[in-house]
Nanobody
């Protein structure tokens, strides 16, 4: 059974940083495109970033470009999202996804 488990969320002040992790189990994900999404209260889930199976290329939503960095370690079946210069509007539950599999999310709250 495939499981994706996100971690690393929390409460941070505006301008701060967090690193999210998403660990996969039950199936190797090394051949798959990996994605991060987020969903803010009262809003639809939106795509944040993606990374190819090899680690390049990467793509970002305009709202996070230059502040967030996605990376992966295929030997650990883990994908990361380094978030810097966080803003209150980054507050959301962050989810990782590959193929049709979603994690349960990790809460990120940015205070002003």
């Amino acid at each position: 059974q495939v499981q994706l488990v996100e971690s690393g969320g929390g409460l941070v002040q505006a301008g701060g940083s967090l690193r999210l992790s998403c660990a996969a189990s039950g199936r190797t994900f090394s051949n798959y495109l990996m994605n991060w999404f987020r969903q803010a209260p009262g809003k639809e889930r939106e795509w944040v970033a993606s990374i190819s199976w090899s680690g390049s290329p990467t793509h970002y939503a305009d709202s996070v470009k230059g502040r967030f960095t996605i990376s992966r370690d295929n030997s650990k079946d883990t994908v990361y999202l380094q978030m810097s210069s966080l803003k209150p509007e980054d507050t959301a539950v962050y989810y990782c996804k590959f193929a049709n599999y979603w994690g349960r999310g990790t809460q990120v709250t940015v205070s002003s």
